[in-house]
């Protein structure tokens, strides 16, 4: 009797084995699983609405919690995992709320398949990232230093033009030699 296989008792691969082993195969269904998931990245990237919605309310708790200031990066990585999961309490100090509209601006950036959000304020001329969004949640890298919440006035004899405004010791910047007194000008 003849065989076809000619005594060969190895499996015949399918195609789709064949096509699995081969380089092309790999590269293709990678490329499918991958593309997928961009496509989902894509569909779930939270919207402007949803993230100032959620960043006000990361920004109301992290206003509510009183040791925020003392905090090292840690412990606030751990507050910002755990407003993804909470929300704020109905009632919060309305004046640090108030001076928080009133000093700071978030901006949405969109960046197709996540999305970010950035605090400015005059603290942060160039702005700070507070916000990641991806697949549908909104985590928070808000800290409490970031926010302007207090206008303070300038004392009186710290006001620009008086003698003590210009004086070494009040001074508390990097580069003292940038502030110039008048006689410094003739």
């Not at 412990?75 to 700071?104: H, P, Q, W």
Request: glycine fraction near 6%; aromatic fraction near 14%; include cysteine.
């Amino acid at each position: 009797m003849y065989q076809s296989d000619r005594g060969g008792y190895r499996k015949q691969e399918s195609f789709f084995e064949i096509f699995w082993h081969s380089c092309l195969g790999k590269t293709i269904v990678t490329v499918v699983i991958v593309g997928a998931l961009l496509l989902i990245a894509y569909l779930t990237c939270p919207s402007e609405r949803y993230m100032r919605e959620e960043m006000t309310d990361n920004i109301r708790q992290c206003i509510e919690r009183p040791d925020s200031i003392q905090t090292d990066k840690l412990d606030d990585m751990l507050a910002n995992i755990g407003y993804i999961f909470t929300t704020a309490d109905s009632v919060v100090n309305k004046e640090l709320m108030d001076n928080f509209n009133r000093n700071n601006r978030l901006e949405y950036y969109d960046h197709t398949f996540w999305s970010t959000m950035r605090v400015y304020n005059n603290f942060r001329i160039e702005g700070i990232r507070c916000a990641i969004g991806f697949l549908g949640i909104v985590i928070p890298t808000i800290n409490f230093n970031d926010l302007l919440l207090r206008d303070l006035p300038i004392r009186k004899e710290r006001e620009p033009g008086s003698e003590d405004f210009y004086n070494d010791d009040f001074y508390f910047g990097e580069t003292p030699d940038l502030i110039f007194k008048e006689e410094n000008y003739y």
